[in-house]
């Protein structure tokens, strides 16, 4: 989010028409997720009642004025648990987001700085990536046990190869630019090269990779809950609801379609901000390496 | 060219070692206690004692990776817990479908991609290739469960032209075989053109700009033989490359789509697995999608030569 305040900050007065003129992407995408993200904190006040709250008399029962995405297996609102299940899918991407960067960041930055380390680190991260990431996520999590928390390290975990060889790849061409080896050669603290050199240049890929993270994560999240192994199942996650649906589909496709249509809504928008993102920070990013 | 390859064929010996590694250690680098979450809720102590055995955790680490990795160089991957049979013969029995539902996704992808990310390069900025790359944007978006879902419901449920689910295998008879594969493939196929779709689009408008492609097409040469001829040969490998990079996709594609369509592969074999905590199924199921992953990477790698004469092994 921080992102797009400090583009909007930056443009002429006219920045938000100039915005959507130019990278009508972006603004849309930012517009579905701040949608999502406007359902996931208001969730209480949009209608909802209890999404745990089992009415057997409403079971299967279609989308009506009474329930608005109709009822599940057990009666309960499939609206409110769609609602809901953005609180989930949303704290999933943000996660997987954060911790997937972070780690991949001091991966990559040791790998581009430590040439042993380096040998080490690169082998380790081949080796992860040849994993398909939702077999890795599944492994970690029939091991450690189905929860909100282990479903965000698990993905988390696939998503730090990446990370670290855009960072590595970025350290690596820095390294040999004549400001930064005439700050090494000063003898700059390797901190303040790293503060003052190497996380700026780092910004704007990760930002663009963090959006492509969040997306994925979203998506992995759900295939997870739909094959049973994410979050746990009375958790109201749009991989758990479709899941729930399955065996009912063809008499009550209405349990899939909802959240399938939250979680695609969702993953578009982030995705249609992260094209936007790169065309917005592609051209710069070039020219200043 | 013969020792190149050899040598790219050795240079997938550390990979594979590094997955066997990480895919062994799981169980002791995993916070808590994998025995515990394994045995379920309803373990008793005793229950939890015997699987902790049965896994070997009893024993020291270097000492059950030696026999770990030993049996699984012999071919041995372990037992399953739930069955008490070898991982290996379970995979053997599950590798037709999978194998099937993957040839023919990547198929349906590449046939769907390639022509599309041809023509929107070659009309970049025109209405074919909005809708082109809109699409391809709905790929990434769309998971594969909400698609497949869609299209059982169009023409499964209100068409009724294919079945809803189920597998038929090769051997009772190719008709029944493709109509039951269909729509699997044709799920995974869509979700997986997207990428692909992208990439050749990208690739292609980079080879276009070239001095050579505007020469072939003033020494008055058709429009399809300067894309196909000139162009997307000098983009295959790109192309190619990303085809590979999609095969991982492809495989936590086929995860859930064998859920979805009730196809009895390794993907229901992962997932059944999962319900019943048996780990070493888990554990097999891994290595064989990380070798395939790994081999597949290493023939597009040897592959680059066919396209680009310049690169040699």
Redesign the interface.
């Known amino acids: 989010m921080s992102a797009s305040t400090t583009i909007l900050t930056q443009a002429p007065p006219t920045g938000l028409w100039r915005l959507w003129k130019r990278h009508p992407n972006f603004v849309i995408g930012a517009m579905m997720l701040g949608s999502a993200l406007l359902a996931a904190i208001a969730a209480p006040w949009l209608g909802t009642i209890d999404p745990q709250m089992i009415a057997p008399f409403n079971r299967l029962e279609a989308p009506g004025a009474n329930f608005w995405f109709g009822g599940d297996l057990v009666g309960r609102d499939v609206y409110s648990r769609t609602i809901y299940g953005s609180r989930i899918s949303l704290a999933v991407g943000l996660g997987v987001a954060v911790i997937g960067i972070s780690l991949g960041l001091v991966v990559g930055i040791l790998s581009g700085f430590v040439s042993w380390v380096d040998q080490i680190l690169m082998r380790v991260m081949d080796g992860l990536m040849a994993i398909p990431s939702i077999l890795l996520a599944v492994a970690l999590i029939s091991l450690t046990g189905a929860s909100l928390k282990n479903v965000i390290i698990a993905i988390s975990i696939a998503e730090i190869p990446r990370v670290a060889r855009l960072v590595r790849s970025v350290v690596l061409q820095l390294k040999e630019r004549p400001y930064v080896e005439a700050a090494i050669t000063a003898g700059t603290p390797f901190i303040w090269i790293l503060w003052r050199h190497i996380l700026p240049n780092t910004l704007a890929p990760l930002l663009v990779q963090a959006t492509y993270i969040f997306a994925s994560a979203v998506l992995t999240e759900a295939i997870l809950s739909f094959i049973g192994a994410g979050t746990p199942p009375s958790t109201p996650s749009w991989g758990n609801i479709i899941s729930e649906g399955r065996t009912v589909f063809s008499i009550a496709p209405h349990i899939v379609l909802f959240p399938g249509i939250a979680l695609s809504f969702t993953v578009l928008g982030v995705n249609l901000m992260g094209d936007g993102l790169r065309d917005i920070f592609d051209p710069r990013y070039v020219s200043r390496t | 060219m013969l020792v190149l390859s050899l040598r790219r064929l050795l240079a997938t010996i550390?990979?594979?070692?590094?997955?066997a590694?990480?895919?062994f250690s799981?169980?002791y680098l995993?916070?808590?206690d994998?025995a515990a979450?394994?045995a379920g809720e309803q373990a008793t102590a005793a229950d939890i004692e015997r699987l902790r055995v049965t896994l070997g955790l009893d024993q020291p680490f270097l000492v059950r990776f030696g026999q770990w990795i030993g049996g699984v160089l012999q071919g041995d991957l372990g037992t399953s817990i739930f069955s008490q049979r070898p991982v290996m013969e379970l995979i053997v029995q599950r590798l037709e479908p999978t194998i099937a539902l993957t040839i023919a996704s990547l198929i349906i992808a590449v046939s769907i991609a390639v022509p599309l990310g041809v023509i929107a390069a070659w009309r970049a900025g025109g209405l074919v290739d909005r809708v082109a790359m809109s699409f391809a944007?709905?790929g990434?978006?769309?998971?594969?469960?909400?698609l497949s879902?869609i299209l059982?419901?169009v023409f499964a449920?209100n068409l009724k032209l294919l079945p809803?689910q189920g597998y038929v295998p090769i051997a009772y008879g190719i008709g029944p075989f493709l109509k039951h594969l269909i729509l699997p493939a044709v799920s995974l196929g869509i979700i997986n053109a997207a990428l692909i779709a992208r990439i050749t689009r990208t690739t292609m408008i980079e080879v276009l700009n070239q001095d050579y492609i505007r020469a072939a097409r003033a020494k008055g040469l058709s429009v399809r033989r300067v894309l196909i001829r000139h162009a997307l040969k000098n983009a295959a490998v790109p192309i190619v490359t990303v085809i590979g990079i999609s095969f991982?996709l492809l495989?936590?594609g086929v995860?859930?789509t064998e859920?979805?369509f009730n196809i009895p592969g390794l993907g229901r074999l992962?997932?059944d697995a999962?319900?019943r905590?048996d780990?070493p199924v888990?554990?097999g199921?891994?290595l064989i999608?990380?070798a395939t992953?790994?081999v597949v990477n290493l023939l597009i790698d040897l592959s680059y030569g066919l396209f680009d004469p310049r690169i040699k092994y």
């Open positions: 550390p990979v594979m070692a590094i997955v590694i990480i895919v799981l169980l995993t916070p808590g994998p979450v394994l944007v709905l990434f978006s769309v998971p594969v469960f909400v879902y059982i419901a449920v809803v991982a495989i936590s995860v859930v859920t979805v992962t997932v999962i319900l905590r780990y888990i554990q199921v891994i999608f990380s992953y790994v």
